[in-house]
């Protein structure tokens, strides 16, 4: 009954779990880490979609945002913006959190259109916390927005909306100005509550530019 009513409201598979051991039963999904050996196929096939994106950024992150893997295009982007001097300076830096790595005075100020983008984040996050957890909205996304850069936020920067057909991300640094927008790739049939939290983003060019820029040596 617990996983019927989970299953018709379409509560992931993490808050499932939640829900069965509130009612006093055992969790009906794995949560497996991707490094397991059942993993291979999902490994190989995110590989390749993060390969595939080159010379353009792609990210794999969970559900928190916390950043797992980066192909050449996005270490790129990071050690150009956070001032890395190699790529494997930047591929051997501490993986960041997504949200946080945006909202940090190292990227903010280099983010020419942060409230927008902010404003979008936070709504985003938002609804997310609220969706995901049928006990609560989710701690672990809502501690996303303890973060100064959020509270110096004006309410009249929450109401930013872009006037393109979908967000950019405008970079601007030493001369260079980028713009990127994302598309979002999710496992299309998880059974695995791990799985289902995780999540690929494609960068791509939002002009002439920035597509020169990344496939510039």
Do not use: C
């Amino acid at each position: 009954m617990v996983l019927q009513l989970a299953e018709a409201l379409s509560v992931p598979l993490r808050h499932q779990n939640a829900l069965l051991l509130a009612a006093g039963f055992a969790p009906a999904w794995e949560e497996s880490r991707l490094e397991g050996a059942a993993m291979g196929p999902v490994r190989a096939a995110i590989a390749h979609m993060l390969a595939g994106q080159a010379p353009y950024p792609a990210i794999l992150v969970n559900r928190t945002y916390d950043l797992l893997q980066a192909n050449a295009g996005a270490t790129k982007l990071l050690g150009f913006l956070l001032g890395a001097e190699t790529e494997t300076e930047a591929e051997a830096a501490p993986s960041p959190n997504l949200v946080r790595l945006m909202l940090s005075p190292a990227l903010r100020h280099l983010l020419v259109n942060f409230e927008e983008v902010a404003a979008w984040m936070i709504r985003r996050i938002r609804a997310e916390a609220m969706l995901a957890d049928p006990l609560g909205a989710d701690p672990g996304l809502l501690a996303l927005l303890d973060d100064p850069a959020v509270a110096a936020l004006r309410p009249a920067d929450l109401e930013q909306r872009p006037d393109s057909p979908t967000l950019y991300l405008r970079f601007a640094k030493d001369g260079v100005q980028l713009a990127l927008f994302s598309v979002i790739a999710m496992l299309g049939t998880p059974l695995d509550a791990g799985l289902q939290d995780m999540r690929i983003e494609l960068f791509y060019p939002a002009d002439a530019a920035t597509a020169d820029w990344f496939k510039t040596d």
